[in-house]
């Protein structure tokens, strides 16, 4: 039997213990507009994973500063990478999901975003009325993070706290994972052989405050693994390879060295080429093609470097889908 998403198989019957899997995302605004930016950020800055200020601090600057400030401006930028079918991020993120389920063809597979639509809660919803008993929750982030595995968790939590839930389990971490780690050295191979290669590799991930590592949060030792061991199938040298952190917000210190001011070194340093790859990120969203691939891309070349190449996320890739279909269908199995 074919998988099927949640959304096209509600009418089919099946088995009480079929299996489910839901993959999941960030999320993202519905359009390119100032007012669906602002629905967006509203929901995704509210979350207490993903700012801890007081509440009564926050509320009052997000509201009456932060949104009405960024939104249009935020707007703009998802203008310049929109997509005919949405949002890049909501497009690869459904396309990979049907890659994985046409890979695993016992399971119903759904895609939900954290913030945004789909919810998360009505498609594990919806896979339970399609008669899943256990849904396995993959979500797209290979680097565990308090401010963004946990908060899929919380959500996860909610479901189950509302009652009659199917049994809910989730991958929170593949940073390693052999597969990916093939997927995208084969990946940073090919785009060499087709556009040439730079003088360094340089591996942005998306940053977060370094007080949260401090208290500790893995997420930056995980991205040091992903890094090394993307290195090492690449076999790279010291020095040829370096790791970043981009996606800066607010004052505090956050996991440093920064990608635009370390493309600025690069520059400065004299390196006339290179070559970024944003490893943490599966699929390519506003951060990877707007924030690297244009802006980032402008501050490499302002600065003195001759030109910026980005390598693209994987997405839908079938290294991709194969290498996550096989996570999934690992847990799947251990899952007795």
């Known amino acids: 039997m074919p998988a099927r998403s949640a959304d096209d198989g509600a009418d089919t019957p099946a088995p009480a213990s079929m299996q489910g899997l839901l993959v999941v995302n960030l999320g993202t605004p519905q359009a390119p507009t100032a007012a669906a930016v602002r629905r967006y950020l509203a929901e995704f800055l509210s979350d207490r994973r993903v700012v801890q200020l007081p509440r009564l601090l926050w509320w009052p600057l997000l509201h009456g500063l932060i949104l009405p ?3 249009p401006k935020v707007a703009k930028k998802y203008a310049e990478v929109w997509m005919d079918a949405g949002s890049p991020l909501a497009v690869h993120t459904q396309r990979l999901a049907l890659a994985i389920g046409e890979r695993l063809p016992a399971v119903r597979v759904a895609h939900a975003m954290r913030y945004g639509g789909p919810e998360i809660a009505a498609e594990v919803r919806a896979l339970q009325a399609q008669g899943c008993a256990r849904v396995l929750v993959l979500p ?3 680097q565990y993070s308090t ?8 959500a996860l939590a909610r479901v189950e706290k509302e009652g009659a839930a199917p049994a809910l389990r989730m991958i929170d971490q593949y940073a390693t994972d052999p597969g990916v780690i093939a997927a995208l050295a084969d990946s940073v191979r090919a785009h060499w052989q087709a556009h040439g290669r730079g003088e360094r590799l340089l591996l942005s991930f998306h940053g977060i405050p ?10 930056s030792a995980q991205c040091h693994a992903t890094a090394a061991a993307l290195a090492q199938a690449l076999g790279l040298g010291h020095g040829e390879w370096l790791v970043t952190f981009q996606s800066r917000f607010g004052r505090e210190q956050w996991l440093q060295p920064a990608t ?3 493309l600025r070194a690069l520059a400065g340093a004299g390196i006339k080429r290179v070559d970024v790859m944003c490893p943490g990120f599966p699929a390519d969203c506003l951060e990877t093609l707007e924030e690297i691939a244009l802006q980032n891309a402008e501050i490499f070349r302002a600065a003195g470097g001759g030109g910026l190449s980005y390598i693209p996320c994987l997405n839908d890739a079938p290294a991709h889908a194969d290498a996550l279909a096989a996570l999934v269908q690992r847990e ?3 899952w007795r």
């Open 69 to 71: 400030l960024r939104s």
């Open 140 to 142: 797209l982030y290979p």
């Open 147 to 154: 401010t963004t595995t946990a908060s899929v968790a919380d």
């Open 210 to 219: 370094q007080r949260l590592v401090d208290n500790g949060d893995p997420y």
């Open 260 to 262: 635009d001011a370390t």
């Open 332 to 334: 799947l199995d251990a």
